[in-house]
């Protein structure tokens, strides 16, 4: 027999449903007209079962009243209808009923009906209760496991806990969480919130904040990590928590080493990336430096003329390097003075007084000259090692190169190239320049 809550605003139709029931062997609790009233029947009484009308006077039908009785309440509702339109229909199912009996229905129908929604709401029931038991029978698994009733008195203790706290469970059962889970903070030494407590208190899962010690009853710290959660029962209530937790040592241990690895693999991968970044730059410019030198042969094939040659190779250079100024000087024979014999200007750029005809005694400046003499290159010379005509070109935003032009094995004069506002010049480029200005000279003579 079963006790079912009829919601009927149709008084006929409501004395039928009654004395349908009452055949059948089941007992009708209450007779109810309004979608109101039956919620509040439904929470006082809890009847095993509701047939209720879609159809109810006031401001909630018996849709929203079905709704919130299973919802809520947990109690399965049979509809009972004059109306089944589409709309309708799709309402009702959104609320899970657990039947339809469209009026006038026969007293068989009314049996079949109520039969299979309460069999069906067992097995619900059942299939609940099993899915909670496992899903508590899983968050209780782990390296170590704590339970407590409501009051936070420990009920259950797994071997590891034992370990890891350094309480047995015979002496841990009946005692407060805190006094056998002492937790504190890894830098500041206070004591964390005891996340078991906090879980029941708060009613949701409490993760461990990182940095969480463990001490256990003879002083040993150890880190762990993972999380409490509150036991409910089949009406959520919640009965007590359980907490799962685990030694962190060896996964520190694990992460400090691989955090060092790590580090040292991107260590040497920004030096390798650094590396090939340089040695790209490096074959980019020995590429531009051999085009270069390619070019000027080329123009310069048909003539052994020093200066036509060398103008040549200032014009190269000057597109190449996006120069604002170059010049040649040549020596004489004495290696007593430099004379400028001809200059470049880039394009765009306005142009500087004309350093050609400039004449410069070589002894004034040994120093300048003595590592030119040595096939070395001046890259941004401070301004008072240059020669005057050379300090004129200069400003706080150019930077200057000044590389040997040797013929054979003696340098018979030097190049130079002026830019503004670009990088200094590194020491690979500086000596590309040399060679290119050098074997453009002495390539046509030997040919």
């Not at 401001?59 to 109306?83: E, R, S, W």
């Not at 010690?213 to 959660?229: F, H, M, Q, V």
């Not at 001809?342 to 005809?357: E, H, K, N």
């Not at 040994?366 to 301004?383: E, I, T």
Request: net charge negative; hydrophobic share 40%; with cysteine.
């Amino acid at each position: 027999m079963a006790k079912i809550l009829v919601v009927e605003d149709e008084s006929v139709v409501a004395w039928h449903v009654q004395e349908a029931l009452q055949k059948l062997g089941h007992e009708v609790i209450k007779i109810v007209t309004t979608g109101r009233e039956a919620i509040q029947i439904a929470a006082q009484a809890r009847p095993h079962l509701v047939l209720m009308d879609i159809r109810l006077q006031g401001d909630i039908d018996g849709i929203a009243a079905a709704k919130n009785i299973y919802f809520q309440l947990d109690v399965p509702v049979v509809y009972l209808t004059a109306h089944a339109d589409e709309q309708t229909l799709q309402r009702a199912t959104e609320t899970s009923p657990f039947g339809y009996l469209v009026k006038p229905f026969q007293e068989a129908e009314l049996q079949a009906t109520i039969k299979i929604a309460l069999q069906r709401h067992q097995l619900e029931k059942a299939l609940k209760d099993t899915q909670q038991w496992y899903a508590t029978t899983l968050i209780s698994i782990g390296d170590a496991t704590i339970a407590t009733d409501i009051d936070g008195l420990i009920t259950f203790m797994n071997p590891t806990a034992e370990i890891l706290t350094g309480w047995n469970q015979e002496q841990a059962l009946g005692a407060l969480i805190t006094q056998i889970l002492d937790i504190v903070d890894e830098d500041t030494r206070k004591p964390i919130e005891n996340p078991l407590l906090a879980a029941m208190c708060r009613g949701d899962t409490m993760t461990l904040p990182l940095g969480s010690l463990l001490r256990a009853k003879d002083g040993t710290e150890r880190p762990i990590g993972d999380s409490a959660s509150p036991i409910r029962n089949r009406d959520g209530q919640i009965i007590g928590g359980v907490m799962v937790f685990q030694d962190l040592s060896d996964r520190r241990r694990v992460e400090a080493t691989l955090q060092q690895q790590n580090q040292c693999l991107e260590n040497s991968q920004d030096q390798l990336t650094l590396q090939l970044h340089q040695r790209n730059e490096q074959l980019q410019q020995a590429i531009s430096c051999t085009q270069l030198l390619q070019r000027v042969l080329e123009q310069s094939r048909e003539t052994t003329d020093r200066q036509q040659i060398l103008q040549l190779t200032l014009k190269e250079l000057g597109q190449t390097l996006e120069a604002d100024y170059c010049w040649a000087t040549l020596h004489d024979e004495d290696y007593a003075i430099a004379t400028v014999i001809c200059d470049q200007v880039g394009q765009g750029t306005v142009a500087p007084i004309s350093l050609v005809g400039n004449q410069i005694v070589l002894q004034d400046f040994s120093r300048f000259y003595l590592r030119l003499f040595q096939h070395d290159c001046w890259v941004d010379p401070s301004a008072d090692l240059l020669p005057p005509v050379y300090q004129s070109l200069l400003d706080s935003t150019t930077q200057m190169l000044i590389c040997p032009i040797q013929d054979d094995r003696r340098v018979i004069g030097e190049i130079g190239i002026l830019v503004q506002g670009k990088p200094v010049w590194s020491r690979l480029q500086a000596d590309l320049v040399a060679q290119v200005v050098s074997r453009a000279t002495i390539g046509p003579r030997q040919a």
